[in-house]
């Protein structure tokens, strides 16, 4: 069907390091978000992409659509404690049907 | 611009009763989709709605109903209510639903107990 695969799950980090998150999928998708929720929330849109190879960035986060159309990965650099939660994928099949991963659980370590 | 809306943020009902969850979308936005969020399904398309129609749905029982009026503004509806439906409800909005953005509300708190 149309699952994302996302990983990893959960991640604990120092401040400062690098995070790296990947979602993959065996259909294609039309558009791919990148949202972070945090606890009792709804999920806050981080990047949309349009196009297969697309790279996109905000702030010091940046993803990319996958050439496939079927993976798309996010990218935080130099991380801080406010980017803790949980950042899911999204996959979009238009009609606003979007097929989400099952999100990675992040921890930052002052 | 204010942003998605739900009403209300928490709700408790016991089994066997129904339940309305109101959602208003950004202003100009006309697609509005629903989503029901529990730890351990994840995050599941419910339907969406565009100019009053439903275009698209997923794969939950006829207990759970929608509409969208005239000035976009959505309900949800879930009828008999079970110990499974409790999870958080969450609808995005956006501006056509097709390869757009879309933004989502803080959700509703539905306990069923």
């Known amino acids: 069907g149309q699952q994302l695969n996302q990983s990893p799950q959960s991640m604990f980090i120092q401040e400062g390091e690098d995070v790296s998150m990947n979602c993959t999928s065996s259909?294609?998708?039309?558009?791919w978000l990148w949202y972070k929720q945090d606890p009792g929330e709804g999920p806050v849109l981080l990047i949309a992409l349009y196009k297969a190879g697309e790279l996109t960035s905000n702030g010091r986060l940046t993803a990319q659509f996958g050439i496939t159309r079927k993976d798309s990965f996010l990218n935080i650099s130099a991380s801080i404690p406010s980017d803790v939660g949980i950042y899911f994928c999204a996959g979009q099949l238009g009609n606003n049907d979007m097929r989400f991963g099952a999100g990675t659980r992040l921890t930052v370590k002052p | 611009k204010a942003g998605v809306t739900q009403t209300p943020r928490y709700l408790i009902k016991t089994r066997g009763q129904q339940v309305t969850l109101s959602c208003s979308p950004i202003?100009?936005?006309?697609?509005v989709s629903w989503y029901q969020q529990t730890p351990g399904q994840g995050l599941q398309f419910l339907f969406e709605?565009?100019?009053?129609?439903?275009?698209n749905k997923g794969n939950f029982p006829g207990r759970f109903s929608g509409r969208q009026f005239s000035n976009s503004r959505s309900e949800m509806n879930v009828s008999t209510l079970e110990l499974g439906d409790s999870a958080l409800y969450l609808c995005a909005s956006s501006r056509d639903g097709w390869n757009t953005e879309a933004f989502f509300g803080q959700g509703t708190r539905l306990t069923v107990v």
């Open positions: 259909s294609i998708f039309n558009t």
């Open positions: 202003s100009g936005h006309r697609s």
């Open positions: 709605y565009f100019s009053e129609t439903q275009r």
